[in-house]
């Protein structure tokens, strides 16, 4: 059975960090293209940032314009866990943020439903 487990969410005042861990069981995230989404309220689940699989020919690795320079997103291969470090952060980002696997890493946004394997969210809210 495929589980996503986020953490590291929490509250924080603008220009802080956080760092986002996803631990994953019932399959290698190594082998899966990896995503992690955002949705703020009343907005659908925006793609963050993305990597697909080591195995791939060309990896590829995403960032939405909005956090390019600011996010990272990383992975532990031996602990099976994704990270997304979010640097200078910004009131903008508060929102529900989700890992998910198996994603196409085209598609940037849509409803969170629409993602068959993600975790059940960790909250992340940044005060001005």
């Known amino acids: 059975e495929v589980e996503l487990v986020e953490s590291g969410g929490g509250s924080v005042q603008a220009g802080g960090s956080l760092r986002l861990s996803c631990t994953a069981s019932?399959?290698?995230?190594?082998?899966?293209?990896m995503g992690w989404f955002r949705q703020a309220p009343g907005n659908e689940c925006e793609l963050v940032s993305a990597?697909?699989?080591?195995?791939?020919?060309?990896?590829?690795?995403y960032y939405a314009p909005s956090v390019e320079g600011r996010f990272t997103i990383s992975q532990d291969n031996a602990k099976n866990t994704v990270f997304l470090q979010m640097n200078s952060l910004k009131p903008e980002d508060s929102a529900v943020y989700y890992c998910a696997a198996e994603i196409d890493p085209t598609v940037r946004s849509g409803p969170c439903t629409a993602l068959e394997a993600r975790g059940q969210g960790t909250l992340v809210t940044i005060s001005s």
């Open positions: 019932g399959f290698a995230i190594d082998s899966a293209d």
């Open positions: 990597r697909t699989s080591s195995h791939d020919a060309r990896p590829l690795t």
